[in-house]
């Protein structure tokens, strides 16, 4: 999950302005109408759309976006079957402020739902700054069962003291099918001086649940990904750490994602993709909490500074108020939540699978929406 616009924008690389090539939305499909993928032929085609577009801004991104308000929504409403968006049903609520944290839903049309919560974790090293993505990312296939879990890497925001910002990812990212046990293991390179290798480098193999290897990945991070299926494996020399080096023989890679190009002008526009310029768009009929509702961030899109500053001191501190509030009143069940950190439309709950506390949506959003039913929404702006 990422922030542009000053809202929210998810993971798939949908959300993102970087389709998935047509072999991989043909795969895709495949799921959706029940086809067995039990071979490995669909997984790789299946999730490196979703885990390497999402850090695909960052290398231009160099500013930073409004904090949210408490039970903030962020909801992309408008028109967006240009960009490949239709039948999608997309939820962001801020769940936590301190520390800050955001859940994320989708629901597809298409056959998939994918949710998450969003915190991090970050160090100052000086220099630089490391952000560490906190929590699991799942994304389930309706038909098939398929579901699958990662995490994303970490983000490093280089000259932070002095010199021009630059992002870098770095890490691992292993990526498991719960149902088949098959997985994709991918690894982002960190950028370095003395390194020949193609700047925001990432490599992966997808293996079997026997540790089989059917599928190598290449490519970059910001740019566009390519598989390329195995047809022979053998041992090739070994690595200066020690350990023994496999050499794959391929076929034609395939490429499984390409990023958009940017639109004109986009270094006046803070980079933002044609997607992100839309989001702030306004829309009737939205929650009384809803992110494009906020006035300082209306001032702030019009050009007026000094009236969006003013605004924003005015929001954080009616946030304090509330806090200041709702802590100095005793509660009746001591060891329990105060009424006002419950979430609205998220609940939480343990996963099963990683055995985390994660918020998960409970429901009544879009049904409120429906009926423009926002009695329970507290009036935060």
Known sequence: ?????????????????????????????????????????????????????????????????????????????????????TLLSPLVSQVSHHPPAAAHHVYSKRGWTLWQEITIASKFRGKYLSIMPLGAIHLEFHSSGNHYIWRKVTSTVHNIIVGKLWIDQSGEIEIINHKSKDKCQLKFTPYSYFSRDV??????????????????????????????????????????????????????????????????????????????????????????????????????????????????????????????????CPSPLQGKDYEGYIPLWFERKVDPLTGELICVYKGGYWEAKEKQDWHLCPDIF
């Not at 998810?10 to 499909?29: E, F, H, V, Y």
């Not at 759309?49 to 903030?72: F, G």
């Not at 490519?219 to 350990?243: A, F, L, P, R, Y």
Request: net charge positive.
């Open 1 to 85: 999950m990422m922030l542009v616009g000053g809202r929210h924008c998810g993971d798939p690389a949908i959300l993102q302005g970087c389709p998935p090539s047509n072999d991989c939305k043909t795969m895709m499909r495949g799921v959706g109408n029940g086809r067995s993928d039990r071979n490995m032929s669909l997984l790789p085609f299946q999730r490196l759309p979703q885990a390497v577009p999402s850090h695909s801004e960052y290398c231009c991104l160099n500013t930073s976006p409004l904090p949210r308000c408490q039970r903030e929504t962020l909801v992309p409403g408008q028109d967006l079957s240009s960009l490949g968006m």
């Open 199 to 328: 700047p925001r480098k990432v490599t992966g193999v997808v293996t079997d649940a026997d540790g089989k290897a059917h599928y190598v990945m290449s490519g970059t991070w910001d740019e566009n990904m390519e598989c390329s299926k195995i047809v022979q494996s053998s041992h090739g020399s070994t690595s200066s750490e020690g350990k023994q080096k496999t050499v794959y023989q391929t076929l034609t890679p395939k490429v499984l994602w390409k990023k958009y190009p940017l639109p004109e002008n986009a270094e006046n526009m803070y980079f933002f993709s044609n997607l992100a310029l839309t989001l702030n768009e306004p829309e009737e009929r939205v929650a009384p909490t809803d992110s494009r509702l906020r006035p300082d961030q209306r001032l702030m899109e019009n050009g007026k500074w000094d009236e969006a500053n003013v605004e924003k001191q005015r929001l954080e501190e009616k946030q304090r108020a509330v806090r200041r509030r709702r802590e100095s």
